[in-house]
């Protein structure tokens, strides 16, 4: 374990002790591949050349859905409506694998509000209102993911990663409502933001393990989380190899 690692679960077990975090465990062992500059966690046996991917949340940093790409060789469609990723996707060569859609995902079809952050340098746009927000915020268009799947003609997800700053809950809350199931799920959470606190990550995570998920990996900060639908593992179970076979 890196040094770096070990003083962040430290850390995190000190904001347990005092209830400023989450306690959680792995649920799942099972063989990871860790994609991308913040190591999002992913289920390698469980994605292929034929996987549908969704990444929630780009910012100006692609290089989770780079590797993705270049290790399963499969399509994945990004999403973010801030202004700082749009021209960012403008004029960087992304591979054709790479599919980039200028809108957020939510829990609506519509406009919602988005909110700059405080630094001017940084991507961290949020359609939740922060403390300390910038005050200039202005409307951008979400799409709700049944929506984007019925328009891709999708019938399913392989793979959904959110990273949207606080608005994780809302689409949590709607697929579960919808009884979309993505094989996997990878999202940040963001309790530590005062406007939503622990008791939103608990809801999310009570919502998701409800639905059939188990954790199988939280980064040692305690905000990522990686899930695995028991749908897959049964299937494993079972002798079926979703990914390879399509389904």
Same mark, same amino acid.
């Given at each position: 374990? +890196?040094?770096?690692?070990?003083?962040?679960?430290?850390?995190?077990?000190?904001?347990?002790?005092?209830?400023?975090?989450?306690?959680?465990?792995?649920?799942?062992?099972?063989?990871? $591949? !860790?994609?991308?500059?913040?190591?999002?966690?992913?289920?390698?046996?469980?994605?292929?050349?034929?996987?549908?991917?969704?990444?929630?949340?780009?910012?100006?940093?692609?290089?989770?859905? !780079?590797?993705?790409?270049?290790? $399963?060789?499969?399509? *994945?469609?990004?999403?973010?409506?801030?202004?700082?990723?749009?021209?960012?996707?403008?004029?960087?060569?992304?591979?054709?694998?790479?599919? $980039?859609?200028?809108?957020?995902?939510?829990?609506?079809?519509?406009?919602?509000?988005?909110?700059?952050?405080?630094?001017? +340098?940084?991507?961290?746009?949020?359609?939740? *209102?922060?403390?300390?927000?910038?005050?200039?915020?202005?409307?951008?268009?979400?799409?709700?993911?049944?929506?984007?799947?019925?328009?891709?003609?999708?019938?399913?997800?392989?793979?959904?990663?959110?990273?949207?700053?606080?608005?994780?809950?809302? *689409?949590?809350?709607?697929?579960?409502?919808?009884?979309?199931?993505?094989?996997?799920?990878?999202?940040? $959470?963001? %309790?530590?933001?005062?406007?939503?606190?622990?008791?939103?990550?608990? %809801?999310?995570?009570?919502? !998701?393990?409800?639905?059939?998920?188990?954790?199988?990996?939280?980064?040692?900060?305690?905000?990522?989380?990686?899930?695995? %639908? +028991?749908?897959?593992?049964?299937?494993?179970?079972?002798?079926?190899?979703?990914?390879?076979?399509?389904?």
């Amino acid at each position: 374990m +890196r040094f770096k690692d070990a003083r962040r679960r430290v850390e995190r077990f000190a904001k347990q002790i005092s209830g400023r975090d989450v306690w959680n465990w792995r649920q799942i062992k099972t063989e990871i $591949f !860790l994609a991308g500059k913040e190591h999002y966690a992913v289920c390698s046996e469980y994605l292929s050349s034929r996987s549908i991917v969704y990444s929630a949340g780009i910012g100006d940093d692609i290089s989770f859905d !780079l590797d993705i790409i270049r290790t $399963f060789g499969c399509l *994945v469609y990004g999403f973010d409506p801030s202004p700082a990723s749009i021209a960012w996707i403008e004029k960087y060569k992304i591979p054709v694998e790479f599919r $980039f859609f200028p809108y957020g995902i939510s829990d609506h079809d519509g406009a919602m509000l988005l909110y700059p952050p405080e630094n001017p +340098r940084s991507t961290s746009f949020s359609l939740i *209102v922060r403390a300390g927000a910038s005050a200039d915020a202005f409307e951008v268009q979400v799409r709700r993911i049944s929506s984007i799947m019925k328009e891709f003609g999708h019938s399913h997800i392989d793979l959904l990663k959110l990273d949207i700053e606080g608005g994780e809950y809302a *689409v949590i809350m709607d697929i579960v409502e919808t009884d979309i199931r993505p094989g996997q799920i990878v999202v940040e $959470f963001h %309790h530590r933001f005062p406007e939503i606190g622990i008791s939103g990550t608990k %809801h999310a995570l009570k919502l !998701l393990k409800s639905s059939g998920y188990k954790i199988v990996h939280i980064d040692p900060r305690g905000y990522v989380y990686s899930f695995i %639908h +028991r749908g897959l593992l049964l299937a494993r179970k079972q002798g079926v190899v979703i990914a390879r076979s399509g389904l």
